[in-house]
């Protein structure tokens, strides 16, 4: 073993310790309420596929159809030879949808924050993050260059005194719409006004809520009914409600032209496959048209929140269909988790860096696909394993 090696082993060794240790699980199914990982048939509580939607058969059909049509890779970049009318065919009806002048698609959510956030704001700028921002949106704003703060999760009285004491030419706002290891929502319309009083530009990343939340499933942003004026940097991804892979951001021409332009994470990355930006054509028909899924998942929340808290287990407030019950201590949120997973039920347990140390938890995400009696049998096994 080389030196370096030894050195790997001593810090895999000390996450170990501290009930850190992640490890891959093989899935051998669709995703699905049910799926079969590790040779095991499980009932999914663990899923971002929140309207049910990553194995319906109609997208299904139309990925088949659209990779008879264009084969399977893009072949290049967007602005070499990689852009094919149906990705301009998406972008223009994700534009509408959303109530935008114009989206450019991104490989993914990660990719998109991170040219976002460093195309929009550097060195001599301001950024202002909520603390309990996703990932990518923290490495955005640091690898932007721009000065970084953080101010506490959702407080925009602590917002407003930071950004008062800001000197930066141009300011920029970005949280969450959703969050996802809690699963509550941003104070939009209230960012909104600040940035708009600071002169600040307003990021969302609604990953976690479009195609789930709002009348239409226009996400958070719909659901404060802010305006492209209100929120003018929307990002969200295909890879959850929409049950595909990849993700947008929409805004204006000139916003949309500049990040074209400009931003690395675009202009250097292959496009998505054609193939599955037709299939998001279709699941974006859905998202639309059956507004049953996203009632449905309201009904299948409020029943696992009454069950939860019946329970006496700690629940964070949510709107959304992510359901998160604090725990604490990292082991025993792995160990309640491996306890479920005995009476085949899958619920993640959510360990530091992923939420703030001493706060692990385990993670409950709700399909449209979940049953009542789905619900039932997760509070059951919870009852069993927690109290």
């Not at 193939?275 to 054509?281: C, H, K, Y």
Request: hydrophobic content about 40%; proline content about 2%.
């Amino acid at each position: 073993m080389s030196g370096y090696d030894h050195q790997f082993s001593e810090q895999i060794d000390e996450i170990k310790h501290q009930g850190l240790y992640r490890m891959h699980r093989l899935i051998e199914t669709a995703q699905g309420v049910y799926i079969r990982m590790d040779g095991r048939e499980l009932l999914n509580f663990s899923s971002n596929d929140y309207l049910g939607l990553a194995n319906h058969p109609g997208i299904v059909a139309a990925f088949k159809r659209a990779a008879d049509d264009y084969g399977i890779g893009s072949g290049s970049a967007h602005l070499i030879c990689g852009h094919h009318r149906v990705h301009h065919q998406l972008e223009e009806e994700l534009a509408d949808f959303v109530g935008r002048d114009r989206v450019l698609l991104f490989a993914n959510g990660f990719m998109a924050n991170l040219g976002i956030i460093s195309t929009l704001i550097g060195a001599g700028d301001a950024v202002f993050e909520d603390r309990l921002n996703h990932a990518s949106l923290l490495d955005g704003g640091i690898m932007s260059g721009a000065r970084f703060y953080r101010y506490q999760h959702a407080d925009c009285e602590h917002l407003k005194k930071i950004i008062s004491r800001s000197h930066a030419e141009k300011k920029m706002i970005v949280t969450d719409g959703v969050f996802s290891m809690d699963g509550d929502l941003a104070p939009v319309a209230d960012l909104a006004a600040i940035a708009n009083s600071s002169n600040a530009l307003l990021m969302i990343d609604d990953a976690h809520g479009i195609g789930v939340l709002g009348e239409k499933g226009g996400g958070v942003v719909e659901a404060y009914q802010q305006t492209q004026h209100d929120v003018p940097v929307l990002m969200a991804t295909l890879g959850k409600g929409f049950g595909t892979y990849g993700a947008f951001v929409a805004g204006s021409e000139s916003l949309i032209d500049c990040l074209v332009q400009k931003a690395r994470t675009y202009l250097f990355t292959t496009a998505l496959p054609p193939a599955l930006a037709e299939a998001t054509r279709t699941s974006l028909k859905l998202v639309i048209q059956e507004d049953w899924r996203r009632e449905k998942l309201k009904l299948l929340s409020a029943r696992l929140q009454n069950g939860i808290r019946q329970l006496g287990l700690d629940l964070i407030e949510t709107h959304s269909a992510i359901h998160a019950v604090l725990i604490g201590d990292n082991h025993r949120a792995s160990e309640i988790s491996a306890n479920l997973l005995n009476m085949g039920v899958f619920v993640s347990a959510i360990r530091p860096p992923t939420v703030p140390k001493g706060k692990a938890r385990l993670r409950i995400t709700l399909s449209a696909n979940h049953e009542n009696q789905d619900i039932d049998k997760l509070l059951a096994a919870l009852e069993k394993t927690v109290i």
